[in-house]
């Protein structure tokens, strides 16, 4: 398994030093832009595996390279990095396709963490645990994140939180999967922002699974989610 390939976009010239050193000390291929300009262009001729970009910068704003970005491209995860706290502005990310969103400052490890969980490069279970997954009339490959829909063997490549969120769902099928222990062990935090990000994620997991309409992924409030078919 080669290095993941990071596409930094910060205008913070500091900050940026500072995040392409530590996550080349652990193993990471980063790439560096200081605008938003700079950083579209260098997303299209690196092909990074993940993106992590702030939201105010000059020329071009974080939210407009993903929203350029999301019309050829829906798949590289995205993680925002912003002082910005307000409500709207979080919502406005997930709504363009982020997947994730951390506030600053934060710490080094976190950031780790959440780029780890969403390039599916988090610690494997035994070889032995089931992988593919009946869930009515689709089929779930976890190990490859495909998502198979056997009426018109129609298929989707699903991103790699989505695959993690899914597949904890099917290994606890019919059973509550804790919203907490997904955001820990996914996010590496449960504040709101994180817990927010879930929703979304969980609405675009529900799109894929609609055509067969005994499929539901039901919120437990307070608790989490149970994957269940009628």
Known sequence: MGKVKVLLIEDEITLAKIIKDTLESVGFDVCLAYD?????????????????SDIMMPKISGLDVVQRIRKTDQTTPVIFLTAKTEVDDVVAGFEI?????IRKPFAMKELI?????????????E?????????????????????LYMPTCDTEQLPNRETEVLKRFCQNFGSIVPMQNILLELWGNDDF?????????????????????RIHIINIRGNGYKLSLD
């Open 36 to 52: 938003g300009e700079e950083g579209l262009k260098l997303f299209f001729e690196s092909k990074p595996d993940v993106l992590i």
């Open 97 to 101: 396709g982020a997947n994730d969103y």
């Open 113 to 125: 963490v959440r780029i780890k969980a969403l390039t599916g490069r988090v610690s494997s279970k």
């Open 127 to 147: 070889e032995s645990e089931q992988r593919i997954f009946n869930i009515g009339d689709y089929e779930f490959d976890a190990d490859k994140g495909i998502l």
């Open 193 to 213: 922002f994180c817990a927010r990000s879930l929703q979304v994620l969980i609405t675009r997991i529900r799109h894929r699974l609609s055509k067969d309409k």
